[in-house]
């Protein structure tokens, strides 16, 4: 575990600070918010105020291609964040290591910038359910877990500091891996004060440039995904269970930098064949058939990809026939990518997907 930790931040550390000629910002956050208690058996955990605090190191695209210029000079950063959750007794203090990848939405002439900041990373929680020492944490089964979070900021720059703040909601999951999994949500409001290495570049609106058209807009891929889900009646004497799927999907992207896809989903979740006391299910009652349509966003070699499903097949039905999707994909070819996926039932994880895909065709 330790190897796979170390190794993503090597991947995540050469991927945003490869090039060291761009525009390089440092930032330190300040944030105060509370814990979301998204079931209502989870009430007990909410106790006293959550804080936590940031540092990142921030990376400005400036390149003269259709994509930064379309996505107005986008930025990605990498964080260390150190996090309360108002409980120490039962839910510990997180500590966690994300990629940021920032849109802006509107940026003024003074460098006063509007922005939405989406980040995935991985994150250690001190404190998690134990049957014997920690028997009330019905929120996180493990201490490894990913960090999935979304924030809207105001940002000011100036030629050597910037300044400002946001709101922002983090969320940390096992995805299902270890049970319990209910997760925690954790809204709240966020300072933000950095140094600038560089000048901060403004987003130019050029209108005169021609919008490039890809040559190949529509694609069909492939994906083998991989993982495992851990259930239980209680989560006393839980067991880990295979899960097989793939995918069969067809995207559209005109311009590459968004698209929309359809897919079909083919899943064998052996922990479904024990999720309740029936003895009338037989092995081929397991396969679920999902119709699944969403759509992604293109942050050059990488996607951000969210939708929702609807199970065709699904005659164990355990979670009821609606899922969504949001994940991230990782082009290291030109036609290979990597992904990770956080499947959910109405908010609920269901398991992480790990897997590679193909694009085998192309018009």
């Excluded at 108002?86 to 849109?103: H, N, P, R, W």
């Amino acid at each position: 575990m330790r190897l796979i930790f170390t190794l993503f931040c090597s991947i995540i550390f050469s991927s945003v600070f490869s090039q060291l000629e761009k525009p390089t910002f440092i930032s330190f956050s300040p944030k105060g918010g509370f814990i979301f208690a998204h079931r209502p058996n989870m009430s007990h955990l909410i106790r006293d105020d959550a804080y936590s605090f940031e540092l990142t190191a921030w990376q400005q695209e400036t390149g003269k291609d259709e994509h930064t210029t379309r996505l107005k000079n986008p930025m990605r950063g990498l964080s260390f964040e150190y996090r309360n959750f108002g409980y120490d007794e039962v839910l510990g203090k997180a500590i966690s290591i994300t990629q940021y990848m920032i849109f802006p939405m509107y940026h003024t002439k003074n460098n006063l910038c509007f922005d939405l900041t989406m980040g995935m990373g991985i994150g250690y929680i001190t404190k998690f359910y134990d049957k014997y020492e920690n028997p009330t944490n019905n929120a996180i089964g493990s201490g490894l877990n990913a960090r999935v979070n979304i924030r809207l900021s105001l940002i000011k720059y100036t030629k050597n500091l910037h300044f400002g703040g946001g709101i922002e909601c983090a969320h940390f999951s096992n995805g299902a891996i270890k049970t319990p999994n209910l997760g925690i949500n954790a809204p709240s409001l966020f300072l933000q004060l950095g140094y600038n290495f560089s000048e901060h570049v403004v987003a130019k609106n050029d209108k005169s440039k021609d919008k490039i058209k890809l040559d190949n807009p529509r694609n069909l891929s492939v994906e083998l995904i991989t993982t495992a889900r851990e259930i239980g009646a209680i989560p006393y004497d839980p067991k880990l269970y295979p899960v097989i799927a793939s995918r069969v999907a067809y995207t559209y992207s005109k311009r590459g930098l968004w698209g929309g896809e359809f897919a079909l989903d083919l899943i064998h979740n052996e922990a479904n064949f024990h999720k309740y006391n029936d003895t009338t299910f037989v092995r081929n009652d397991i396969l679920q058939i999902g119709l699944y349509a969403g759509g992604f966003v293109q942050f050059y070699r990488s996607q951000i990809a969210f939708g929702m499903g609807w199970y065709a097949r699904d005659k164990i039905n355990p979670e009821g026939r609606m899922y969504n999707r949001i994940g991230y994909r990782f082009y290291f070819a030109e036609n290979w990518f990597g992904l990770i996926n956080i499947k959910a039932n109405y908010g609920k994880a269901d398991y992480f997907e790990f897997g590679v895909g193909y694009k085998f065709l192309k018009w």
